[in-house]
Structures are given as structure tokens and as C-alpha cells.
């Protein structure tokens, strides 16, 4: 996900704006987080040590854990509820990657002071969150800090079927859902404090965890990531975690609107920055009739881009031609 680079120096948003009122750490999780929608397998949930929860039979956890960071993983000033939003479905889209469904979370916060303000806003959007992905807050904690937002969600998957990133096979088709390279367009806009459309700083602030798709390609796909880290690199790892590589049609890639009025190079720049949290993944060519109906009960693109090949890499190709990119390969750029 977007890093801003270490060398330079952030300033925090301490204290945050809005009245801070005494609250012990008790009080806090009672009016804030207590009320979390009820999800069913907790026999424990928040207040005592630690959650107890109970797998549905035949099924395995799936666990995953995000750490969001302010002026590293979030821009300074990013709004409460934004950020309980996208700390909610950037942790959600791994769970969406393994065919996973999403059952609870932990939440460890860290907060500069105790903002009644503040707090309504995050923790409002963040049960919204978890009933989107019905998903119960089942226990975190709470401590005095810099902000950040470390988020865990636990989600369930049958038996041997998760979807994973190291299963892809010769030949498969390489697809990827929705476009491209909104986040990007969306955060450059946001750095510049320009104002911009809903639409486009939604893609940043509030990506949609693919969850009914990872869970639709069980059975389709026979490999499956999301798209973190920029498209270029994301795909060269599911390669080389198959021990295969794959080639990229540079052309094919669902550019997402607000990219088609810049130059090639810009375009690709921000396309393969990452930030979307849509699902790349492989399929057989035999299996595409059944991708086809997928994509059209969700509604939703998904996009062949490139294809699984035997020669270890990343091949990027432009109109059938091998076309190496100006920028620093598929590497993030500032
Ligand atoms: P302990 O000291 O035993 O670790 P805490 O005092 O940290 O427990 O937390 C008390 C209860 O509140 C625990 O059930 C914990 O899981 C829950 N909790 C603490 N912080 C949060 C939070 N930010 N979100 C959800 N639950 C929390
Ligand atoms: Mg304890």
C-alpha cells in the first residue's frame, strides 16, 4: 500500500481538533466500540482477555493483520471516518484474495488524546464497515500515541479451498477486477488539496474489499492476490510464488477514467502505483464460461490482462510488442 518514504519528516495531528473529555480506557470501549454488530461463533467477546471464538464445522481461519500509520499509510488530517473505513477493507481485501469469509476483527488503537468528536466519527463508520462485511469487533486495544490504526480480521474458508498466490498454473489467463489507478488519482489529488469528485475519492478513501468475488472464484481460479502494491509488481510475485511468469498486456489494463486523458507513460505510472484492493487472480482457459457469469451476477469488469508463461519475469508488452516502461519498472514511484 501507499508508504510514504521514511527520510522525511511527518507532523502528527496532536491534538486532534474537537473536545477531549476525561474517559477512562473502560469508558472508551463502552461508548465506543462495545456495540458491534453480532456476529455468530463468539462465545467471548469484548471485555474479557481475550475473544473466544468458534470455527462453523469443516471450515478453516484465515487470519490477516494491517497496521495504518498517519503521514505513512494516511495523509495527516485524513478524516476520522475515512480512516476507519479504509483501515476496515484494506485488512478485509486479503481475507476477499484467500476466498475467505470475513467473520471478526481486533483492533489495536493508538491515539494521541481521547476526542469525543473524533471518536463518534470512527467508530460510526466502523461498525458501518463491519456490518458491510458482516463482521463482529470482538476485542483490540487501546493505547495513548501517535495515531495509527492496527486492525486484524479473522475470516473463515472450507477446508483446503482458500485461494492462494503460489497455485497458478502454465498458460492460465491473468485477469483483474474493476479499474485501475483510481486510488492513485485520488491521493496525488488529495496531497495537492485539490477538490475532486466522489467517485474518485472514494477509490481512496473507501475501497470495496472484493469479498464476493474471492469467495465466487473458489472453484474458477487457480491462483489469487490483491492488488496492494501496483499491479506490475503484484503480478510478478503471484508468478514467481508459482515458481512461472507471466506477461502483461500493457494495453488490456482497466484504466480507470480519470487516467485516459494522460500520456502512456503517466497513465501506466499510476495504474500500477497499487492502493485499489481489487483481486488479481488466474484462470484456465477452460474455466472462462464460468468466470463470464461471475462477472455478470456481481456486475462487475474483470479483465483479462496478460498470461501465465514458463520463463520466470514480468514481460510487459504494448500492441503484441515486448515495451519496457520509462518509469522505475513496475517499481512505486513518490
Ligand atoms: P487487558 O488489559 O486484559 O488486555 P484491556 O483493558 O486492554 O484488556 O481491554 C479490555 C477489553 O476491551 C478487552 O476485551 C479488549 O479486547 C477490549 N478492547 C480494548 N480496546 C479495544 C478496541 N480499541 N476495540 C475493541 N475492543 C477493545
Ligand atoms: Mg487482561
Not at 455468530?40 to 474479557?48: A, F, L, N, R, Y
Not at 500515541?145 to 498466490?165: D, F, H, S
Not at 485501475?180 to 485520488?186: D, H, R, S, T
Not at 488466474?282 to 479483465?303: F, P, R, Y
Request: aromatic content about 6%.
Amino acid at each position: 500500500m501507499w508508504q510514504k518514504k521514511p527520510t522525511k519528516s511527518y507532523k502528527t495531528a496532536n491534538p486532534l481538533p474537537g473536545p477531549s473529555v476525561k474517559m477512562n480506557e473502560d469508558e472508551l470501549i463502552q461508548n465506543f466500540f462495545a456495540s458491534s454488530v453480532h456476529q455468530e461463533g463468539v462465545v467471548v467477546g469484548i471485555g474479557d482477555d481475550a475473544a473466544v471464538l468458534e470455527l462453523p464445522p469443516g471450515h478453516q481461519l484465515v487470519s490477516s493483520v494491517d497496521t495504518l500509520l498517519e503521514g505513512v499509510h494516511f495523509p495527516v488530517n485524513f478524516s476520522a471516518e475515512d480512516l476507519a473505513r479504509r483501515a476496515v477493507a484494506v485488512c478485509v481485501s486479503d481475507l476477499a484474495a484467500m476466498g475467505a469469509q470475513a467473520k471478526w476483527m481486533t483492533m489495536a488503537l493508538s491515539l494521541p488524546s481521547a476526542d469525543t468528536h473524533w471518536l463518534l466519527l470512527f467508530s460510526n463508520a466502523l461498525h458501518q464497515e463491519c456490518e458491510k462485511y458482516s463482521m463482529q469487533l470482538v476485542g483490540g486495544d487501546t493505547v495513548k500515541g501517535k495515531l495509527a490504526v492496527t486492525i486484524n480480521v479473522l475470516g473463515v474458508v472450507k477446508n483446503g479451498q482458500a485461494l492462494r498466490r503460489d497455485t497458478a498454473q502454465l498458460d492460465d489467463i491473468v485477469y483483474v477486477s474493476g479499474s485501475l489507478g483510481g486510488a492513485a488519482l485520488a491521493l496525488s489529488q488529495i496531497l495537492k488539496k485539490t477538490d475532486l469528485e466522489s467517485d474518485l475519492l472514494n477509490c481512496f478513501t473507501q475501497p470495496t474489499a472484493r469479498i464476493e468475488l474471492g469467495r465466487s472464484l473458489i472453484g474458477i481460479a487457480n491462483s489469487c492476490m490483491d492488488v496492494s502494491d501496483g499491479v506490475l509488481l503484484d503480478t510478478a510475485r503471484l508468478a514467481k510464488a508459482s515458481n512461472l511468469g507471466v506477461q502483461i498486456d500493457l494495453d488490456k489494463l482497466p484504466l480507470n477514467p480519470g487516467l485516459h486523458k494522460m500520456s502512456f507513460d503517466e497513465s501506466m505510472e499510476f495504474a500500477s502505483f497499487g492502493d485499489d484492493y481489487e483481486l488479481l487472480f488466474t484462470v484456465a482457459s477452460h474455466k472462462i464460461d464460468g468466470l463470464n457469469s461471475i462477472a455478470e451476477n456481481l456486475n462487475l469488469a474483470l479483465t483479462p490482462i496478460g498470461r501465465i508463461i514458463r520463463k520466470p519475469g514480468l514481460v510487459t508488452l504494448y500492441q503484441g510488442d515486448v515495451r519496457e516502461l520509462k518509469s522505475s519498472g513496475y517499481q512505486h514511484f513518490e
